[in-house]
Nanobody, 132 residues
Framework: QVQLVESGGGSVQAGGSLRLSCTAS????????MAWFRQAPGKEREGVAH???????RYADSVKGRFTISKDNAKRTLYLQMNSLKPEDTGMCLC??????????????????????????WGHGTQVTVSS
């Protein structure tokens, strides 16, 4: 059974930084997608950043240039470095994992990415609160 445990959340002022960690256990495959999602009160859960086992990354427009997703395979840990935090970044941050990329087609063009929402494995989350 895959287990994901997040840590690193907290309360900061706008402009501050936090680094989230997600430690994974129980997954033996060499190919995977991992992601950070954010759930704010009264809002839908949104994907913030995604990373594939080959290192390719993808970010939501709202966090580009401010957040960096990375992984340490030896430690089986996923990270999210969050800089220049804004009050709208407040929410429960959840780590997720799945088996790999999926195919998305639009206008006759198909591509594969980790940018999907229905990940198979989820952590319980760590709260991030940014005050103005």
């Amino acid at each position: 059974q895959v287990q994901l445990v997040e840590s690193g959340g907290g309360s900061v002022q706008a402009g501050g930084s936090l680094r989230l960690s997600c430690t994974a256990s129980g997954y033996t495959g060499s190919t995977y997608c991992m992601a950070w999602f954010r759930q704010a009160p009264g809002k839908e859960r949104e994907g913030v950043a995604h990373i594939h086992s080959d290192g390719t990354t993808r970010y939501a427009d709202s966090v580009k240039g401010r957040f960096t997703i990375s992984k340490d395979n030896a430690k089986r840990t996923l990270y999210l470095q969050m800089n220049s935090l804004k009050p709208e970044d407040t929410g429960m941050c959840l780590c997720a994992a799945d088996l790999g990329k999926r195919t998305f087609c639009s206008g006759g063009h198909c591509s594969r990415s980790c940018a999907y929402d229905d990940y198979k494995y989820w952590g319980h989350g760590t709260q991030v609160t940014v005050s103005s």
